[in-house]
């Protein structure tokens, strides 16, 4: 396993473990965040652990013309439940991700540090986030990575506080990238939820080709 020095560059991708972890260390900052995504890494961890990048292979990708939307949330959607918007709150989308509970996980692996950091991507106009509010009130979003100029977009995560809030907000951004020409959304790593939204995994040499990048 490698150990990051301050400044030091990451090593080649293919040099991850068999769980997609890369380096240990090194430093949560703009320059190495902004290199991270570009090359297919991102950061992972809680606060009870040093910092840990990971490059999966497969990656779980989401090509938005494969995007599944039910029955019942294209009724929901036709019936305007929610109201989506974008760049709204970032830092309340954020820090409610932090917030929320998840099955299976203790703490949260979105730091202070993480989220002053991602703030800080916000106004440079990197990160985005998606906000859904129901009678001014929010109630899920999510918030991710926007590689404009490769296409891409890199989800981090989602937070509901009423049925279904996060995935209106979910199918709403993809619809949006799509139009926007966006290639396909990093989902990072398989879960149940994602593929029932049409993500599919794909190797990982695959992906970083959508970035312009190989190992």
Known sequence: MHY???????????????????????????PRLIY???????PWYDSSQPLLWWSPDPRMVLFPKNLKVSKSMKQLLRKEKFKVT?????????????DIRREGQHGTWITQEMI???GDLHELNIAHSVEVWEDDNLVG????????????FCGESMFTRASNASKYGFITLVRKLKEEGV?????????????????EEIPRDEFLSYLDFSA
């Open 36 to 42: 991270a995504y570009n090359h297919g890494i991102f």
């Open 141 to 152: 979003g999510l918030y991710g990575i926007y590689l404009e100029d490769k296409k891409v």
């Open 86 to 98: 974008f760049n709204k709150d970032f830092r309340a989308v954020i820090e409610a991700c932090a």
């Open 116 to 118: 002053d950091c991602f």
């Open 183 to 199: 290639k396909l959304i990093d989902c990072q790593v398989y879960t149940e939820h994602l593929e029932s939204l049409g993500a």
């Open 4 to 30: 990051l020095q301050h400044n030091e560059k990451f090593p080649p991708v293919s040099d991850t473990d068999e769980h997609g972890l890369l380096a240990i260390g090194g430093e949560l900052s703009i």
